[in-house]
């Protein structure tokens, strides 16, 4: 499996959600891939924020005001066949949302590194982003790309 | 109405655009066409591109172009970039890391003569081009164009531009074994009349660190050695028909290098040079084809070439300083990075000399073990 398979696994991988051999194959490349073993720290990490977050009692009345919107979307299910489609689309919307708000109000920034430890990696990067940042054809290089050097 | 714009847009580009070219145009002159920093049109997008440090991961990206040469990127995906953002107001280039709190100002790129024509003349020396099948990609009707490599060396890639504006949607190369890989792709992608121009201002979170840097200055060989005390090396010769594009010094006191940029005319490259001090822990972990020691100099090529390209680059460089005197032989036989275990052709080449330096090497072991 490659870095991109492996990253579509990884929350499973936390949940221990995987078959016995897809997790043996995780673990694995976990082991020998840099890259994916700091995404899957940062998805350990960000699961373990959401766990800890505490559980905001429902409104009043909530129970009812349910029913009735459910009621509602039987009611108009037959008109408007997308609707459960843009519903889920908003969910999963305000989940991303959700979950950009947790990283950038994060008190210390996860696996972090201080620039200052890290010179030549940041020159590196900040030197790429000069030459290439300007080509159209080199895509945008806004991110690392000497992250696989830094431990 | 923004639909009725890009129409007048497009049509007033046609004197060196489309409406003439799609007829009488080479794929040359499309390929040319986008690798143009400026676009016709504003641009917002959502783009996915492999990652840059070869690992193989895909990021998502949101771009926002203006036909100015304004640019703001923001990193979707993975989770670990995510909310990076680069912010280029064709003054400065801002690159802001949250997760480090961090602000890179440096000198816009844009502000630098366009190499477009340049790297096209060489793209014509190193590839023959073609028009491939055009596909549909987000919805836009594009043109391909095939570059076929005349180094077998290299991969063949195909460039997918949006057939109304040249702006490139997706770049593929085939690998050795002729699989399709994809390195840069759009998702989706429009054509906006306006850009308001705060797109184009950084809003970071709380007070980031500034790190503000100067553009690297050009520079020739002499004042190299005069400034970083070594004679950088430059093959003569490159492979895969690479040529240097220029060479210039880092601006900043904590790691002072040479920049060598290199490129077949399609694909990039920087050889990085710098004394090192024996301290380099960092790079010491990177990958081999991409970094090494030739007595107190370190080399590192930062490119999208894979490893075996990467690692030929290297040795041209390696050759060219040992051809050049600029490198002690016995160094790349040596510890602690012993050169030669790479490259084969310097045991072949100096066969000779081998026995010799083996010799010293026992020598200096035992010596070593001595004392």
Request: proline share 6%; charged share 25%.
């Amino acid at each position: 499996m490659n870095c991109n398979a492996i990253n579509a696994k990884l929350s499973a991988y936390a949940d221990g959600e995987l078959t016995g051999t897809e997790m043996m194959e995780v673990r694995q490349h976990l082991s020998r891939c840099r890259a994916c073993a700091q995404e899957y720290r940062l998805v350990c990490e960000l699961k373990s924020m959401i766990s800890a977050m505490s559980i905001p009692p429902p409104r009043e009345h909530l129970e009812d005001r349910l029913l009735s919107a459910i009621a509602q979307a039987d009611a108009q299910k037959s008109r408007f066949p997308w609707r459960p489609i843009v519903m889920f689309a908003g969910l999963g919307t305000a989940s991303a949302a959700a979950t950009l708000a947790i990283i950038a109000l994060s008190p210390k920034p996860p696996q972090g590194q201080d620039p200052e430890s890290t010179p030549i990696a940041l020159e590196i990067q900040r030197d790429q982003i000069y030459s290439v940042g300007i080509d159209p054809m080199a895509g945008s290089p806004t991110v690392s790309t000497t992250h696989a050097i830094a431990p | 109405m923004s639909l009725a714009l890009i129409a007048v847009s497009v049509v007033a580009n046609a004197g060196t655009g489309f409406a003439q070219s799609k007829t009488s145009a080479t794929p040359a002159d499309v390929l040319l066409r986008s690798m143009q920093r400026q676009t016709s049109v504003n641009v917002l997008g959502i783009i996915t591109q492999r990652d840059g440090a070869g690992t193989g991961i895909t990021q998502t990206i949101r771009v926002e172009r203006d036909r100015n040469g304004r640019s703001h990127f923001l990193v979707l995906a993975p989770l670990r970039h995510q909310g990076t953002e680069s912010v280029d107001n064709g003054a400065r280039s801002l690159v802001y890391w949250p997760d480090k709190n961090v602000i890179i100002d440096q000198d816009s790129p844009s502000k630098t003569p366009c190499d477009a024509q340049w790297r096209m003349a060489l793209t014509q020396k190193n590839y023959r081009l073609k028009f491939g099948t055009p596909i549909k990609i987000a919805g836009r009707a594009t043109r391909c164009i095939e570059a076929t490599p005349i180094d077998s060396r290299m991969e063949t890639r195909r460039f997918y531009v949006d057939a109304a504006t040249s702006y490139p949607l997706r770049l593929e190369l085939l690998d050795a074994n002729r699989a399709v890989v994809t390195l840069q792709d759009t998702k989706e992608i429009s054509y906006p009349a306006d850009v308001a121009a705060d797109r184009f201002v950084l809003k970071p979170v709380g007070a980031p660190r500034t790190m503000k840097f100067e553009r690297p200055k050009n520079t020739n060989a002499t004042q190299v050695e005069r400034v970083l005390g070594f004679a950088p090396v430059i093959p003569k010769v490159m492979p895969m028909g690479f040529a240097m594009q220029e060479m210039q010094v880092t601006q900043s006191d904590r790691w002072r290098s040479v920049a060598i940029r290199v490129t077949d005319g399609l694909v990039r490259g920087t050889v990085y040079q710098w004394r090192s001090k024996g301290e380099d822990r960092e790079v010491d972990g990177m990958d081999e084809n991409s970094v090494m020691k030739v007595g107190d100099v370190r080399m590192m090529i930062v490119s999208d070439l894979d490893a075996p390209r990467r690692q030929a680059m290297l040795e041209a460089f390696v050759e060219s300083a040992l051809a050049d005197g600029l490198l002690d032989l016995s160094s790349v036989f040596l510890e602690p990075d012993p050169v030669c275990r790479r490259f084969t052709w310097i045991q072949n080449r100096y066969e000779d000399e081998t026995s010799t330096v083996n010799a010293r090497y026992s020598l200096r072991k035992e010596t070593t073990k001595k004392t």
